[in-house]
């Protein structure tokens, strides 16, 4: 049966719905990232197509938002992992900064920057910062 729940808890379809990649934190690796979520969501949109079509789009967006602000802000490689829930897609991206991101003013007379973690925060349903010995986790829920 499809929903039946394994050992773990965890549905089957969550599970065949999970990927993890690594970068090694340069910056040809935000177009890497973002390519490796591209796959992903084409993989996952066979068994279970996005519920408004936004959707697709806003999750590369958020990817490519990370991992740019990794490879400007963390120096080292960083590791992105995307898996099925019940209601969307969690996206994790570890990268090797203790600094907790913290929302920057838009000055776009200076250059621009400072918009993309606003707009993690906007398209997400949940953002969430864990420090850890190596760096940092960034857990971001999204709906699909």
Sequence with gaps: MATERRWDGTPP????HERAYSFPGELPNVTGARLAAEEFLRKLARDAPPTAPEYWDD??????????NAVQFAPGPFGLRMRRTFDGVHVTLHDTSTVVPEPRPFRPSS???GIGWHLVHTLCDQV?????????DIHVFLPW
């Design 128 to 136: 969430s910062v864990v420090v850890v010995g190596d760096g940092k």
């Design 111 to 113: 250059g621009g920057g």
């Design 59 to 68: 999750i590369l967006l958020v990817v490519t938002e990370l991992a740019a």
């Design 13 to 16: 379809s969550e599970r065949a």
